[in-house]
């Protein structure tokens, strides 16, 4: 008998199709993020998920991690090819029955070489190394939140455009998307992501979602999570949702900001107390926020990673185009927050404005936790305050890179990234970003299509 009769008679004689349990008649979605920063997944019937896949894994091309925001074929310059194959490895403690169709789960990978042995190259393995880097050093571990920010589409006349023009913060706006909007954030507290309130913003059918803090490694995954049901739930409403940094170039953008605190046994001690410097937070926050203040430059290749991104990063649109920091300066690429409920004059996080929605989380956050090690290990200090906005001046206040290309040079000269991520994933995210920069400088209108991938 040959291989295809041998599947098809264990087909037959299987007892699949009779399966009481609805989830032994679906899929299971195995889902990564790449280097470019895009979700994609591969799908297993649920039986073989339990029977084989989630012990052994599904193979996987190394190539998959060198693709670019353009095609779906490695960069030449990550030295990623078609030789060779790791295994996408299912961390189960992500598994989640999907909330927007019947009969499927997904669950989040880890990227290694063979079940135990990680591969360099898996975001989710990066950000836990440096993490590890963290804990064993100083005793300090980092809990996250994001604000994501997205576009809602429709398709008119083979275009696709905004679905309202209501105003930021109307409630009009709410009316138009509340279907949706209900259905969004259902399927999110179902997955377990808290979402914490939800507006209107400025730019014409662009929404925010602010979601609620937790450990580092989750807010990603619950950033993957937030985007595929964002995704999935408008296309179910014949919508199209876009986190593209700037959708439109004659609007506003869209951001993911990401808002951290560090915490020792229990205890934010990001928050001034007794041993409160001058600007509200401890010693060791102050430290760490100085350390990502001075890697801002580099930092962008990981959290703005497409040439699109700097479209969004300019001055007096509240997405961050100057390296300072200020108290509760929307301006400001790093802003201390002092929410409801905490006393005056203590700051309990910062936000990081300049962190979008192609960019990888795990990557993201790990280059932020890197830059902020550094400010550990060598005592950096703040400066001043800005307090007001930076682009009045007078040119003071140094700019943040004004194009991709830029921001890699940065990163080409600060070590940090490559001793703490990596050697080799650094490899890759240089050569995606070259590849990105060459790619679109040819092909101005490029990034309109890449609203069908972020």
């Known amino acids: 008998m040959d291989r295809f009769s041998e599947l098809r008679e264990a087909g037959e004689n299987s007892n699949y199709g009779n399966c009481a349990s609805k989830s032994e008649a679906g899929f299971v979605r195995i889902i990564w993020v790449d280097t470019s920063g895009q979700c994609r997944c591969r799908a297993v019937p649920s039986k073989r998920f339990h029977d084989f896949v989630k012990k052994n894994g599904v193979g996987l091309s190394v190539a998959s991690m060198g693709m670019t925001s353009f095609t779906d074929a490695p960069a030449a310059e990550t030295h990623l090819t078609g030789v060779g194959e790791i ?10 029955k999907i ?20 591969w360099e190259y898996c975001p989710r393995e990066a950000l836990r190394r440096v993490l590890k880097v963290l804990k064993e050093e100083f005793e300090l571990e980092i809990s996250a939140g994001f604000e994501k920010e997205f576009y809602l589409l429709r398709e008119r006349e083979g275009e ?23 259905e969004i954030v259902s399927a999110l507290q179902s997955l377990g ?42 296309r179910k409403h014949g919508l199209l949702a876009t986190f593209l940094p700037k959708y439109a170039l004659d609007d506003i953008g869209s951001g993911s900001h990401v808002h951290l605190s560090l915490w020792r046994n229990g205890v934010n001690v990001f928050m001034g107390g007794s041993g409160a410097s001058r600007h509200g937070m401890s010693e060791v926050g102050e430290e760490f926020m100085a350390g990502v203040l001075q890697h801002l430059p580099a930092l962008l290749a990981f959290t703005a990673p497409v040439p699109n991104s700097y479209d969004r990063l300019q001055p007096d649109t509240w997405s961050g185009a100057y390296q300072c920091w200020g108290k509760e300066n929307r301006e400001a690429t790093l802003r201390t927050a002092c929410p409801p409920g905490i006393p005056e004059g203590v700051v309990s996080n910062f936000e990081i404005k300049a962190f979008d929605g192609c960019a990888n989380p795990y990557l993201g956050l790990a280059s932020i936790v890197a830059a902020g090690i550094d400010g550990l290990r060598n005592h950096l200090t703040l400066p001043h305050p800005i307090d007001k906005n930076p682009s009045s001046l007078d040119g003071k206040i140094k700019r943040l890179p004004k194009s991709l290309s830029e921001s890699l040079e940065s990163l080409q000269k600060d070590e940090i990234f490559e001793d703490l991520i990596g050697e080799k994933l650094m490899v890759a995210v240089k050569g995606v970003r070259k590849a990105e920069i060459e790619f679109y400088s040819k092909n101005k209108g490029g990034h309109k299509e890449l609203i069908h991938r972020y």
């Open 160 to 182: 696709w455009v905004p679905f309202d023009s209501s105003p930021y913060c109307s409630t009009s706006a709410l009316d138009a998307a509340s279907p949706l909007l209900h």
């Open 193 to 234: 992501v808290q979402v914490e309130q939800f507006h209107a913003e400025v730019g014409k059918g662009q929404y925010e979602l602010a979601l609620g803090h937790t450990s580092c490694v989750r807010a990603a995954d619950n950033m993957v999570f937030t985007r595929e049901v964002i995704k999935a739930v408008s």
């Open 87 to 96: 295994r996408l490895i299912p961390d189960l403690s992500t598994q989640k």
């Open 99 to 118: 909330p927007w169709t019947d009969l499927e789960e997904m669950v989040l990978a880890d990227m290694q070489i063979k079940p135990g042995e990680s």
